[in-house]
């Protein structure tokens, strides 16, 4: 196997909640991929090699200094045929105020807006949400019936 004299990081996304870290690497076309990772309490590395016919293979690899820690043993991780995802659990319940140990922005890792919750959002309870919404929908029908946003009050 001839492998590019060149690695590029993957376009990676991220998102947290208190407990865990959901990280997810963009590569294109997974089937025949030769790949292996390193998953460390503090660290994260990710290499692999797509060979698409006729062309020169591309070598991928992402290595990713956490900002805290977390339990490798409790990694799960899952492909298909666009992307590389792994669920990652922290050792302490907190948010990070980053992925990386490092300040530096890097240039392919991007918030996964999918999966992002706020702080304040992941503390609320599922009896919490649902009173919100409902207040949410008494507040619309409010409005509804003084004739606000009623097209047929407004003919």
């Not at 503090?42 to 990713?64: N, T």
């Not at 207040?135 to 619309?140: G, P, R």
Request: hydrophobic share 30%.
């Amino acid at each position: 196997m001839a492998i590019s004299s060149e690695t590029i990081p993957p376009f990676t996304r991220w998102a947290q909640r208190e407990d865990k870290l959901y990280i997810t690497l963009e590569v294109n076309n997974t089937n025949g991929l030769k790949s292996r990772h390193n998953i460390q309490e503090d660290r994260l590395e990710y290499f692999c090699v797509k060979e698409i016919k006729g062309q020169e293979p591309v070598s991928y690899e992402l290595k990713i200094d956490f900002y805290g820690k977390i339990d490798p043993q409790k990694t799960v991780m899952k492909e298909n045929d666009k992307e590389i995802s792994f669920v990652l659990f922290k050792l302490t319940k907190k948010f990070w105020p980053r992925l990386v140990s490092s300040e530096k922005k890097l240039h392919y890792l991007k918030t996964d807006f999918d999966r992002w919750i706020d702080r304040d959002d992941d503390s609320d309870t599922e009896a919490e949400k649902e009173e919100n919404l409902n207040n949410l929908m008494d507040a619309m029908g409010q409005v509804s019936e003084m004739g606000y946003g009623n097209e047929e009050t407004d003919k």
